[in-house]
């Protein structure tokens, strides 16, 4: 069974960097959307940026030009460099994974994945 290991959240003042980390144990597809998600406390999970097998990459607009994501030893490691961090990136953080049965999904960042992480925090003091 696939199993998602995330790490490397924390605390970070405004304006800092993270990155964060997703290990795949036994993924066993082919093909793959890996992405990121996150969920603040009472709101739904939004997602941030994916990575798929054909080399195609997306973000949210609100993270393009703050976020990377690294999917060079996709799938079985996946990263998200986090700069120039705010506040409200406050959440959180999901890694996702799934065979690519739904470019569309995946490019569009639905929630529509087989596997997840348990969630890492990430915490941006004003």
């Known amino acids: 069974q696939t199993r998602l290991v995330e790490s490397g959240g924390g605390s970070v003042q405004a304006g800092g960097s993270l990155s964060l980390s997703c290990t795949a144990f036994?993924?066993?597809?082919?093909?793959?959307?890996m992405a990121w998600f996150r969920q603040e406390p009472g709101k739904e999970r939004e997602g941030i940026a994916s990575?798929?097998?054909?080399?195609?990459?997306n973000y949210r607009d609100s993270v393009k030009g703050r976020f990377t994501i690294d999917p060079h030893n996709a799938p079985k490691t996946l990263r998200l460099h986090m700069d120039r961090l705010k506040p409200d990136d406050t959440a959180t953080y999901y890694c996702?994974?799934?065979?690519?049965?739904?470019?569309?999904?995946?490019?569009?960042?639905?929630?529509?994945?087989?596997?997840w992480g348990q969630g890492i925090e990430v915490t941006v003091g004003g």
């Open positions: 990575a798929d097998s054909d080399g195609i990459i």
């Open positions: 036994e993924y066993t597809y082919s093909t793959y959307c």
């Open positions: 996702a994974s799934t065979p690519l049965w739904s470019p569309d999904n995946c490019h569009k960042l639905r929630p529509d994945f087989k596997f």
